[in-house]
């Protein structure tokens, strides 16, 4: 099985991709989780991506592209992924069917997660994630048990700061300019399905859930 998770900031596709990955056994791939990583880390890649998270622009395509081959040619995703955060434009979408073809792979499903943008800043601005892991939790809709402690992990809960209102705003323009294009492209490639992502965690899983069981038995 291999799915994409397509959405605005915010829409909750980190939260959705670790349910899903858990539940039917395939890593989620986040490239927003594995350019984090790589600024914590100051590697090469992270000093060259820096700059683009801080501002909420986009990492440049061959950057991107990069990193997911890599992660892609990796032993644990030959029984399928679950892919968070890419493709974010047209060129990596077409790079990711050009990298699948080779391989004799295609796409199962791509879920679009829809939610209006004035839900969006509300969560992204009560949005906190563990530094450890990764793990996302909000102030409001999904609090931890230990005021700033990470379940899993019991690592420290963070802001992101690209969470803050101002870049927020510049995400949200860039979502709609170079991403949004993709719902249409996968549209059109028969692959869309789209999921009401203003409801409750839970009924956002069961309707994604429902979604891909219904095209697997296709
Ligand atoms: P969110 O989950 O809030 O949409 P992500 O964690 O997916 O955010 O991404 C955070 C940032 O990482 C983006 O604003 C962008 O700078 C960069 N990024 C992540 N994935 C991509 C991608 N596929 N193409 C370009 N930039 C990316
Ligand atoms: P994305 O990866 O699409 O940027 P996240 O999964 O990080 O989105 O979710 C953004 C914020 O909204 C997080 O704080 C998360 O806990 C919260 N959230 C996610 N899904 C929902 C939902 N269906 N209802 C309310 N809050 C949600
Ligand atoms: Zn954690």
Do not use: W
């Amino acid at each position: 099985m291999r799915l994409i998770l397509l959405g605005p900031p915010g829409a909750g596709k980190g939260t959705q991709a670790a349910r899903i990955g858990a539940e039917f056994g395939i890593p989620p791939i986040s490239t927003g989780d594995m350019f984090r990583e790589a600024i914590k880390l100051q590697t090469e890649l992270g000093k060259k991506v820096e700059k683009y998270l801080s501002s909420g622009e986009l990492v440049p395509d061959d950057l991107v592209l990069g990193i997911v081959a890599e992660r892609l040619a990796q032993p644990d995703t030959a029984g399928g992924f679950l892919l968070d955060g890419f493709p974010r434009t047209v060129p990596q979408a077409q790079a990711l069917d050009g990298y699948l073809a080779e391989k004799g792979q295609s796409l199962t499903a791509v879920i679009e997660i829809a939610v209006d943008p004035e839900i969006l800043v509300a969560r992204l601005s009560g949005r906190r994630i563990c530094q450890n892991c990764g793990a996302v939790y909000h102030v409001v809709t999904k609090k931890e048990q230990e005021t700033g402690v990470c379940d899993l992990c019991r690592g420290q809960l963070i802001q992101r700061e690209d969470d803050y209102e101002a870049t927020v705003r510049n995400r949200l323009a860039v979502y709609a300019r170079q991403t949004a294009p993709l719902i249409q492209y996968y549209h059109e490639a028969g692959l869309l399905m789209r999921v009401d992502g203003a409801k409750p965690i839970a009924d956002v899983y069961r309707e994604i859930e429902r979604g891909i069981r219904n095209r697997v038995e296709q």
